[in-house]
């Protein structure tokens, strides 16, 4: 499975892990590994199975306050062009593997 590489801003937690934005918040992402992407339905947003990406480390739509962006790895990528107050491309991928 070929591998490219994106960007994914997390949620910067006190103890210094990370974790998604809003779905699935409460997971942990543990950088050096790979995840495989979940379904996790959340009323008041699309359902997206997918880990989310872009292409550079930006999301101007997005706060960055508590966040932080990480370079990752990606498998299993489709490419979404989206407006560039969006961040520009975006990768659906089906596993995800942050870059230390």
């Given at each position: 499975m070929a591998t490219i590489r994106g960007w994914k801003l997390?949620?910067?937690?006190?103890?210094?892990?990370?974790?998604?934005?809003?779905?699935?918040?409460?997971?942990?992402?543990e950088s050096g590994r790979w995840m495989k992407a979940e379904c996790h339905p959340t009323?008041?947003?699309?359902?997206?199975p997918y880990w989310h990406a872009t292409s550079e480390p930006v999301a101007?739509?997005?706060?960055?306050?508590?966040?932080v962006w990480r370079q990752v790895e990606l498998q299993g990528v489709?490419?979404?062009h989206r407006p560039e107050r969006q961040g520009g491309t975006w990768?659906?991928?089906e596993h995800l593997r942050v870059i230390d």
């Open positions: 997390f949620r910067q937690r006190k103890d210094g892990t990370i974790g998604p934005l809003f779905i699935n918040a409460r997971l942990r992402i009323k008041g947003f699309a359902v997206r101007p739509h997005l706060s960055t306050k508590g966040r489709t490419e979404l990768y659906l991928a």
